[in-house]
């Protein structure tokens, strides 16, 4: 929400420049300004594609930026410029008819209240060292198919992580990217998913028909090198032999 401070005098003024961009004849008290002013385009020329940019919005009574809307934002890899100094206070991103392709190190690092974010469709990139280091309020996140590259420590302590679902696009995994999201638990691989060194041992919450959807999304990988799952020894002892042999039948190890 955005807020407009002002007096007496001035709603006259602001009931005129409301007619004027909505091309009405209507009288305008106090109390009707906030629904008057909310249908008011968001464009100057009165189209509905709203303006682009970075919106700072919902702050706390603190003032303190809850929410960042990204809208036409059409930037490739996205831009901390403008953002508070301190983001533990922010609670949700939204991405609105933007093309961003990479989130970068240590984007969201440390917003430790942040609880939803929509990815968007036309991420490739979440980088190195951190992008959402620490966001311990996240509970549930989709990944964009087409996405190719998960950095190291992407999701480092995010420990309130509960779902997520994997696309089969991945092609390069970065190291512990789930290190400290013990509370994983719905997790879902994309059928064909076929890229190395994924780690799933940092939680034992998995049920056996979790681990078993796991195995049979896994590309078959008999004519060449073998990949391997790190599932972690507690998982592994949840699942039968014939399970096991499903995973070397195609090549891959699981560990």
Known sequence: MSYIITDSKHYTNIANA???????????????MATAIASIPATSDGTDSPVGGIWFLNPDDNGNVTKIKYVNYNISSLSLEGLPTDKSYLKEVVFEQSSVTTIPVNCFQGCSNLSKINIPETVTTIAGSGSFQYCTSLM????????KTIGQWA???????????????????????????????????????NCAN???????????????????????????????LQIGAKNLAKLEEEDIAIATAKNWTLA
């Open 18 to 32: 409301i007619r004027e961009k909505l091309q009405v004849d209507t009288e305008y008290y106090p109390e009707d």
């Open 155 to 193: 999701f480092w302590g995010c420990s309130a992580l509960n779902t997520i679902n994997i696309p089969n696009t991945l092609n390069n995994i970065g190291a512990d990217i789930f290190y400290l999201c013990s509370n994983l638990e719905n997790v879902a691989l994309e059928n064909e998913f």
């Open 198 to 228: 994924l780690n799933l041992s940092v939680s034992t919450k998995y049920s056996k028909e979790t681990i078993v959807s796991w195995i049979n999304a896994l590309a078959d990988r008999s004519d060449t090198t073998a990949y391997r």
């Open 140 to 147: 549930t996140l989709h990944l964009p198919h087409g996405l």
